[in-house]
């Protein structure tokens, strides 16, 4: 099992920047991606990117493309999800997850989340 720590959060003006972090320990060697949620009030948890650490290959929604970037240490110990041109749809809980194996294409463990407002 991976424990996972988000941090980075905040209140932020429309086209400003912030850099989420995720802090993972416990059983991180075993890691085969990380990734980053959102679920913004009211809504459902969607993905927004992920990294595999095979390859380094990193993934993203069709909505963040060319703003955010996510990136992650060699020893899996930290992903960091750089937010930039942010706009107020925007706003969510961020939250960090580890998938542990290729097989089920799911995502097993989950932080607690970051809370993320983009003012207009």
């Known amino acids: 099992q991976v424990q996972l720590v988000e941090s980075g959060g905040g209140l932020v003006q429309a086209g400003g920047s912030l850099r989420l972090s995720c802090a993972a320990s416990g059983r991180t060697f075993s890691s085969y991606a990380m990734g980053w949620f959102r679920q913004a009030p009211g809504k459902e948890r969607v993905f927004v990117a992920g990294i595999n650490w095979s390859g380094r290959s990193t993934y993203y929604a069709d909505s963040v493309k060319g703003r955010f970037t996510i990136s992650g240490l060699n020893a899996k110990t930290t992903v960091y999800l750089q937010m930039n041109g942010l706009k107020p749809e925007d706003t969510a809980v961020y939250y960090c997850?580890?998938?542990?194996?290729?097989?089920?294409?799911?995502?097993?463990?989950w932080g607690q989340g970051t809370q993320v407002t983009v003012s207009s």
């Open positions: 997850a580890n998938r542990r194996t290729a097989v089920s294409g799911e995502y097993d463990d």
